[in-house]
Every structure is written in structure tokens, then in C-alpha cells.
């Protein structure tokens, strides 16, 4: 079953500081720290490397003891601020839902919560079952006999969350922003980019030998010859390898106007003569649609081909693969051991993540809203969604003051940004409206089953809002979720419930705390609509040029010189971040970070030169910045997210944007010859 996961980036220009003392380019010795709460300092000295220059590295000034205590436990891959609050998270998910196991009386919810998590944790029932529960679809493909079957159960499989070849899903038209469009996208591949298909490092060969290894296990577990799984994995590494060559870097799917390709069913069918999509789209519940967005019509064309070419009964052992694949997880012990095998490989995991919390997960990526409910509830305080509306009040006004003072941008753009900054819609906490998951059917013993039902309404949910109104009342993250979004089509900002927490918001704390965090993630959604990609969407969320020529030159101007900035920064051996991909999150790091900054300042603490516990209000700003960014990371997964995360590593999340800004070269003294100082002429300044 395909789960559907967000993954949305969560979280700027000067003023001079005056200190009671000014700070020295060498920290002064550390004094015992001094409690500010009953929950101890909201910065904490034992967490800092003094014996580190904040000019020459301020990530590790601000977390370098941190990042020395705090290793990774053997069930992650990494540990930082963002997980220690997901960590938070799901304990808090597992009280609500060891308690709904035993209060499935007390309605629908707390039956389907408690029972769809108690199906989960029953390990054993799920071990005698085996692959049992695949038996049925694996027995359907088997009687596929032509090409018209492949496709039929292709779109059958679809139907019940098993995507094969392509991607499909029917969301907002960009330049048509109140219709819902079924669209097609390039996609049939396992491994997490197409790079590791293609490039012929030691590293991308030793994860395409240990895939190869991963498939012919898998394989063997639904009882297949050693022999034939052997042939079965070549089999599926080179078509999937095929599809690879086909699809487009990640760094052209930025592009909203390269992916954005309107076609009528008819026109594609055309490009695509084995693929009869006005047929296919029937079977798969799409109904009275002449027209499709597709992102990569040359992948279509490419894998129309490939089908053609390809004998069925190798199209065959396809399908068994990416029905496997999307089911193993929900299967017995071998399955989920075998997975995890792969993983460790991918990601440098050492142990496989407690099974409670893999369950609390995956409802919370199936009953979001439902288990959400539960969640606000118990531990969303009302009075955190009124602080972060004035904090979003007060940060759209430093935002304003930024467009109305830049000396690059025209007067007519300036007014159409300002438009866009007041037209943001705000979500914070939870939705207006919950999902109610009519027709999902949740049984105690059957938690495969359970899986299926919630995949197949996912499916239903998505498909059925094809000729309706569009829903902007719907979230694309549930309460419990750390992170935050900019949705541009709805030119909308949204902070989940679970991030309203320190490090980011603290209702103790003072305001350089929660403007140096939660400020500056709202700082950094507000910037996404500004960013290289969201710029390109109007108020209104339509994909639409309002800029003049000369506005969008200098733009780009500045946003090179960021591209340029991070393309500088090495993480492991030859690897060095990809200042493209991550373009727009490091334009929103800034962005957020400045706006932020000239927002607290505004406040009486900012105003203030006092210092709590030893810090003055500036210090204290940045150095909360900083302790939201800190993280050790697994190499392995570490060298996976530079070919496929759009966000640079947390070191250089923290250290890139301050090094453009002026008000943190005076509250630490920042000098010539600090391995971070810019000459003033050589700091960037976008928004």
C-alpha cells in the first residue's frame, strides 16, 4: 500500500546591538548556568563549544557540546531538535492510542483508532499469517495473459494503493486554481532517485548490488527458486533502470512551468498508443476527464514504449515486485526483517524502529484526522493558536517593510507582492474540519485488511474530489506532525499543532526564543512564496508572471548568488550540497530568518540591551536559531539526502543565512579573518 507522507520544509535584516558588555571575538569562560524557568535556561552554556569562535563556526559554537552528547540511538538515523519533538510526538501518539485499545466503546473513533492499532501490534497473529494476506492479488496477476490485462489490473492495483510505473493523482490545476485535474507523473523506480540507477560511483554501486541482493531475497520469501529470483531481480533492475534513464532530475521537477504540461486524454493517448487512457482512467474511477496535467509526457512516452517492448510475462514479475514492495511492510516478520536489511544499507540504520512507533506512525499517516483529534485535545493549548496569530501579524509586517524598502524591486511588482504577503491564508494547530474516513472498515484481527481499507479510501477520497468544489479547509499535515508548509496553489502557511513546542515556542520563554525559532519558521513559509519556485504563483495561487522582466532578473541575481553560496559547502568525502535543489529552502532559511530578526526587534525585549544568562536580546535571537537547526546525522543517510532532500544539512541551514547578516556580525563581533566573515559588499540580501 502506497502511504502518503508530507515532507514540507519548517522554518532574517540588521540593527545594531549595544551590550552592557560588548561580546569579544573569544567568548568569555562559561559560568554556571543560570536557570531562567523551572525548565532551566532556553540556552543552555552546557550545550555550546565555547572553545569555538562564533565567527568561525556558529553552528558548532551554539551545539557543539550537544552534538558531542547526543548521539544517535540505534533505531534512527539521525538525532536533532526536530527529532527530539517527533520522538515527543509519538509518545504522546501511543498514550492516546494504548488508551483507545481499551475504550473501543466509547464510539467510532476510539474503535477505529484503538482496533486498527491493536491489529498492528499483534505480531504474532500477523506472523502465522505469513504473505497470506497477497495471496489473492498475486493470484490475479498470475492470470494476466496480453497487454490489455497488464493494464487493466495495472489500473486495478491503482485502485486499491498499489501505484505501478507512473505516479497518478488528482490535485489543483496551477493555472486554473479552482479545479481539481487527474495528473499524471514520471515514477516506477524503488530506489529513493534515479542517480543511483545511473551514476557508476562506489557508492551507487554498492546500494544497486545490494538491491539487487534486497530483490532476490524478496523474491525468494513468496516462494520462488532461487534460480528464477535471481532472474526475477535482473528482470526488475533493468526495467526500473530503464524507467530512471527516462525521468527528469530533481532539480528540473522544480520547475512549475517544465512539469506543468496540459494534454487532452485524446492528445495523450496519441503520444502514448499502448496506453488507451480514456479506458484506463474509467477503471481507475476517473470519470468525465478530458484533460490531464502530465509532468514528464517524454517518461510516458518512454515507459509506453518500454511496455510494448517488454513480454508480459516479464511485466509479470514487474508487478509481483511493486506489489511486494508496497505490501511488506504489513506482512510477517521475514518481510518486515528483509526490509529493513535494505534500509540499513540506504540509511546506516543499526536497529529497526520499535514496532509501536511504526504503528503509531502509520496511523497517523492513514487516520490523521481522526487520531489527530485525539491529539489536540489532549495536548494542543488553545492560547498557542491566538500567540501564533500575532506572531504571524507582527511578522507580515516586518515583511512588508522589507518589499516596500527594496531598492531592486519596481513599484507595480512591490504592490503585487504585498498583495500576495496580505492575501496568505493562515492554519495553525489543527483544521477547521475533520475527515470522518466514511467507509473504512477497521477490524482487531486483521490488520492487513485494515491497511487495504484505509489505502482504498485514500484513493476514493482523492478521485472524488474530481468535479467539486476546492476544499481549502483541507490540511496536507496532521496535528502531530514537526514541520511546517507553504502551499502555493492555495498561497497558504500552516504550522501543525506538534511543532508549537521549544525549541521553536515556548510560552515561558522570552521573546528572542520564540522569534529566533518559531518566528523565523514563520518567516521561512511566508519567504516559500517568494522563493524561485512560489514567486512564480500569483495571490490568487495561479501560476502566472507578475513580474516585470527587470524585477525577475534582479531576483535572479540574488538567488544565484545563494545557489552559489551553498554550492560551496562540503558534507562527506566528494559530496558537497547541491545548491539548486535546495534553492528555495535556503532563500526561505534567509528570507525567514531577516524577517524574523527585524520583527523582534520591534518588540521590548528587542529594544533592550539586557542579558539573560549572560546573553544579550540579539545573541539570544540567533543562538535560538541556531539550536533549532542541530542534528548528527548517519553518514549514509546523510550522503541519500544531498541526491534527494531539497533542504541543505542543518549545519549549513544555521551558518548560510548568518553569514548575510549584518546584526549577527555585531552581536558577536564577527572579524576579518573569522573563517565566516563576508565583507558587508559581499552579504546577500534578497527579501
Known amino acids: 500500500m502506497n502511504k502518503r507522507i508530507a515532507l514540507l520544509s519548517a522554518v532574517a535584516l540588521s540593527a545594531g546591538l549595544i551590550a552592557a558588555t560588548p561580546p569579544t571575538n573569544k567568548p568569555a569562560k562559561a559560568k554556571a548556568p543560570k536557570p531562567t524557568t523551572a525548565k532551566g535556561p532556553f540556552i543552555d552554556r552546557q550545550n555550546m ?36 519533538l517527533r520522538e515527543k510526538s509519538l509518545q504522546a501518539m501511543k498514550t492516546l492510542l494504548d488508551d483507545a485499545t481499551k475504550s473501543t466503546n466509547r464510539g467510532r473513533l476510539y474503535q477505529m483508532v484503538g482496533d486498527f492499532y491493536s491489529s498492528g501490534m499483534d505480531s504474532v497473529s500477523i506472523d ?24 487493466n489490473e495495472m489500473a486495478y492495483q491503482r485502485t486499491q494503493g498499489n501505484g505501478m510505473l507512473h505516479g497518478f493523482f488528482v490535485a489543483q490545476d496551477r493555472k486554473n486554481v479552482s479545479k481539481y485535474l487527474p495528473q499524471l507523473s514520471q515514477g516506477g523506480t524503488t530506489l529513493p532517485d534515479r542517480d543511483y540507477y545511473l551514476k557508476n560511483d562506489p557508492r551507487s554501486q554498492k546500494i544497486r548490488e545490494a538491491y539487487r541482493d534486497h530483490l532476490t531475497k524478496m523474491f525468494g520469501l513468496i516462494g520462488e527458486e532461487p534460480s528464477r529470483a535471481s532472474q526475477n531481480a535482473d528482470l526488475v533492475m533493468r526495467l526500473e533502470t530503464a524507467l530512471a534513464r527516462a525521468q527528469m532530475s530533481r532539480v528540473e521537477m522544480r520547475d512549475p512551468y517544465k512539469t506543468y504540461n496540459k494534454l487532452t486524454v485524446t492528445d495523450l493517448t496519441k503520444q502514448t498508443p499502448g496506453m488507451p487512457w480514456a479506458s484506463l482512467m474509467e477503471k481507475m474511477g476517473v470519470r468525465n476527464q478530458d484533460t490531464v496535467l502530465v509532468q514528464n509526457p517524454s517518461f510516458l512516452r518512454s515507459a509506453d514504449s518500454l511496455l510494448t517492448a517488454t513480454p508480459v510475462e516479464d511485466i509479470k514479475t514487474y508487478m509481483r515486485w511493486n506489489l511486494l514492495k508496497s505490501s511488506a ?22 536497529e529497526q524502529t520499535p514496532r509501536w512507533q511504526r504503528m503509531s506512525s502509520l496511523i497517523d499517516g492513514t487516520l490523521g484526522d481522526l487520531l ?17 496569530l500575532v506572531l504571524v501579524d507582527n511578522l507580515e509586517a516586518s515583511y512588508k517593510e522589507h518589499i516596500n524598502g527594496l531598492e531592486w524591486m519596481s513599484a507595480d511588482t512591490k504592490k503585487r507582492a504585498l498583495n500576495k504577503l496580505t492575501s496568505f491564508k493562515r492554519k495553525i494547530g489543527y483544521p477547521d474540519k475533520w ?5 473504512v472498515t477497521v477490524r482487531r484481527d486483521d490488520f492487513y485488511g485494515n491497511v487495504k481499507s484505509a489505502s482504498k479510501w485514500s484513493y476514493n477520497y482523492m478521485i472524488n474530489r474530481l468535479g467539486k468544489p476546492i476544499d481549502k479547509t483541507e490540511w496536507g499535515m496532521t496535528p502531530p506532525t514537526v514541520n511546517a508548509y507553504y502551499n502555493p496553489v492555495n498561497n497558504e502557511i500552516a504550522f501543525p499543532a506538534a511543532i508549537l513546542q521549544f525549541p521553536f515556542f515556548d510560552f515561558e520563554a522570552d521573546d528572542a526564543i520564540n522569534y529566533g525559532g518559531i518566528g523565523a519558521v514563520i518567516g521561512h513559509e511566508m519567504t516559500h512564496g517568494f522563493d524561485d ?15 516585470t522582466k527587470e524585477d525577475a532578473a534582479n531576483f535572479k541575481q540574488r538567488a544565484d548568488q545563494v545557489k552559489e553560496q551553498f554550492f560551496g559547502f562540503k558534507v562527506l568525502d566528494s559530496l558537497k550540497v547541491n545548491g539548486q535543489l535546495t534553492l528555495g529552502e535556503n532563500l526561505a532559511d534567509l528570507g525567514g530568518l531577516a524577517i524574523a530578526y527585524d520583527a ?21 535571537f540567533f543562538l535560538s536559531w541556531a539550536q533549532i537547526w542541530r542534528a548528527n546525522v548517519l553518514p549514509e543517510t546523510q550522503a541519500q539526502l544531498i541526491l534527494t532532500d531539497p533542504h541543505s544539512p542543518g549545519q549549513y541551514r544555521c551558518n548560510g543565512p548568518v553569514a548575510n547578516i549584518d546584526a549577527w556580525y555585531k552581536a558577536f563581533n564577527v572579524q576579518p579573518g573569522d573563517k565566516m566573515f563576508k565583507p558587508a559588499d559581499q552579504r546577500i540580501k534578497v527579501w
Open 372 to 388: 489527530g483529534q485525539l491529539y489536540v485535545q489532549q495536548y494542543f493549548k488553545p492560547e498557542a493558536k491566538q500567540r501564533m
Open 128 to 151: 502465522k499469517k505469513g504473505f497470506d494476506p497477497i495471496k489473492p492479488d498475486l493470484a490475479r496477476i498470475e492470470q494476466v495473459k496480453n497487454k490489455a490485462d497488464v493494464l
Open 49 to 84: 563549544d565555547l572553545a569555538v569562535k562564533p565567527g568561525d563556526d556558529f553552528y558548532r559554537y551554539a551545539n557543539g557540546e550537544w552534538l558531542k552528547k547526543n548521539t544517535i540511538p540505534a533505531s534512527k538515523t539521525r538525532w536533532g531538535s526536530f527529532d527530539e
Open 600 to 620: 523582534f526587534k520591534k518588540t521590548k525585549q528587542g529594544k533592550s540591551k539586557a542579558l539573560i544568562d549572560g546573553f544579550t536580546p540579539d545573541q539570544r
Open 435 to 439: 475527515k470522518n474516513y466514511d467507509g
Open 329 to 350: 511492510p504489513y506482512l510477517s516478520e521475514p518481510f518486515v526483517k528483509q526490509n529493513f536489511a535494505f534500509s540499513r544499507v540506504l540509511t546506516g540504520q543499526k
Open 533 to 547: 519556485s512560489g514567486r512564480q504563483y500569483d495571490a490568487d495561487g495561479m501560476l502566472r508572471d507578475w513580474w
